[in-house]
């Protein structure tokens, strides 16, 4: 009988070097200010039921830096099935699904024992604005909830942003957060495309300030390994995972 390997780091290791890629490159996914025709969905099956784990994360980057708006996801076989099919020259992203085997074993003693095994398999799917012949089953998302006033400020998202107690100063081109002042610089609110864009990067950096040594002291915030700027931009991606629009 073969051997079955559970390859679970393998397929971590990917997701996570492909986020310190775009990071370092300068890409932040999830800055995208969502200013098309459609807002970002939980990625779900052909069946409508979501995905978990790590595949909503595979799924998110892919959906983000390729554009793609719907929320479905389907195999080559799906398609078909459904009478679609994918368009020649698509390219398809990589999910996983971990399950246990049971095996039966001999130990020390002679005896007969059952053991759980791990393991992970891949499988490729593409999203539905990559598949023909389907749209009557997956039609387009419903459009976005975008400000009334794109160009001007939110008296009470500014009263919310207003009671956190980390200084906020305007000035240059780079928003960031300084853990050793415990501050966030932003830029002024002018230099942002619509004020949702402004918002949205300002919870980014305030979800950062959250792993200050007198909050949640969180490493990965002062941590100089690749890694752990990696987790910890993921860890601010829950800041600015809501469109500020659709808080009102």
Same mark, same amino acid.
């Given at each position: 009988?073969?051997?079955?390997?559970?390859?679970?780091?393998?397929v971590y290791q990917e997701i996570t070097d492909q986020m310190i890629a775009?990071?370092?490159?300068?890409?932040?996914?999830?800055?995208?200010?969502?200013?098309?025709?459609? %807002? +970002?969905?939980?990625?779900?099956?052909? !069946?409508?039921?979501?995905? $978990?784990?790590?595949?909503?994360?595979? &799924?998110?980057?892919?959906a983000m830096t390729k554009g793609y708006a719907a929320p479905h996801w389907?195999?080559?076989?799906?398609?078909?099935?459904?009478?679609?099919?994918?368009?020649?020259?698509?390219?398809?992203?990589?999910?996983?699904?971990?399950?246990?085997?049971?095996?039966?074993?001999?130990?020390?003693?002679?005896?007969?024992?059952?053991?759980?095994i791990p393991f992970l398999k891949r499988y490729t799917v593409f999203n539905?604005?990559?598949?023909?012949?389907?749209?009557?089953?997956?039609? %387009? +998302?419903?459009?976005?909830?975008?400000? !009334?006033?794109?160009?001007? $400020?939110?008296?009470?998202?500014?009263? &919310?942003?207003?009671?956190?107690?980390?200084?906020?100063?305007?000035?240059?081109?780079?928003?960031?957060?300084?853990?050793?002042?415990?501050?966030?610089?932003?830029?002024?609110?002018?230099?942002?495309?619509?004020?949702?864009?402004?918002?949205?990067?300002?919870?980014?950096?305030?979800?950062?300030?959250?792993?200050?040594?007198?909050?949640?002291?969180?490493?990965?915030?002062?941590?100089?390994?690749?890694?752990?700027?990696?987790?910890?931009?993921?860890?601010?991606?829950?800041?600015?995972?809501?469109?500020?629009?659709?808080?009102?």
């Open positions: 009988m073969g051997r079955i390997t559970d390859n679970r780091a393998d775009m990071i370092e490159a300068g890409t932040r996914p999830w800055s995208k200010s969502w200013n098309g025709s459609t %807002a +970002p969905n939980i990625p779900l099956r052909s !069946t409508g039921v979501a995905y $978990r784990g790590i595949n909503v994360l595979t &799924l998110w980057v892919a389907l195999t080559f076989k799906q398609a078909i099935a459904m009478g679609g099919c994918v368009r020649k020259g698509e390219k398809g992203s990589v999910v996983v699904y971990a399950n246990r085997i049971e095996r039966t074993e001999e130990n020390n003693a002679g005896e007969e024992v059952k053991r759980g539905a604005e990559q598949i023909d012949g389907i749209e009557a089953k997956y039609p %387009a +998302p419903a459009p976005i909830i975008t400000a !009334t006033n794109p160009d001007e $400020r939110d008296a009470e998202l500014d009263a &919310l942003f207003g009671r956190v107690p980390v200084t906020l100063k305007h000035h240059g081109s780079q928003p960031y957060y300084q853990p050793s002042g415990d501050h966030v610089v932003m830029p002024e609110f002018a230099d942002f495309h619509t004020s949702d864009d402004y918002y949205s990067t300002l919870a980014h950096e305030l979800t950062h300030a959250t792993g200050h040594v007198d909050r949640l002291a969180r490493p990965s915030l002062i941590s100089t390994k690749r890694e752990d700027y990696a987790r910890e931009e993921l860890v601010a991606l829950s800041g600015q995972s809501v469109p500020p629009a659709t808080l009102q």
